[in-house]
């Protein structure tokens, strides 16, 4: 467990395709936890209290009751978490998708969102504001 004064970032990476970012995050002076699974995100959460989380916004829902993989991470930083800010990465074609999530949890989730490709310079600038 890490110990919530520590600024620490969760880096959930599910699919990828992406250049690995961990060098810039530290850069930024967050010790840095990786997860692979919304699933595994969420049991890291209810142990650690991160400064902020990076994440992919896929649109996809596997069930016809949620709009993403990250409907339950939401729910989750606007209870438990709020404090925590969400950097997302999103494809800009599922950009009106995030939208509507993001309406629902505005005012309780401190979000930003970048566009692939991720530039770097645009990612640090997230990190640090």
């Not at 999530?101 to 530039?119: C, G, N, S, T």
Request: hydrophobic fraction near 45%.
């Amino acid at each position: 467990m890490i110990m919530s004064s520590a600024k620490t970032l969760l880096a959930i990476i599910e699919i990828g395709g992406y250049p690995d970012f961990s060098a810039l995050y530290q850069q930024a002076g967050y010790q840095v936890l990786k997860t692979n699974t919304m699933r595994k995100a969420l049991s890291i959460l209810n142990k650690n209290h991160p400064t902020v989380i990076v994440a992919e916004f896929i649109f996809g829902p596997t069930h016809s009751f949620v709009v993403s993989n990250i409907d339950s991470l939401l729910a989750m930083l606007a209870s438990k978490h709020p404090e925590t800010k969400l950097i997302l990465f999103v494809d800009k074609t599922e950009v009106h998708h995030l939208e509507k999530l993001h309406q629902r949890y505005a005012d309780m989730v401190k979000v930003d969102w970048l566009f692939y490709p991720i530039e770097s310079e645009a990612l640090f600038k997230c990190l640090i504001s």
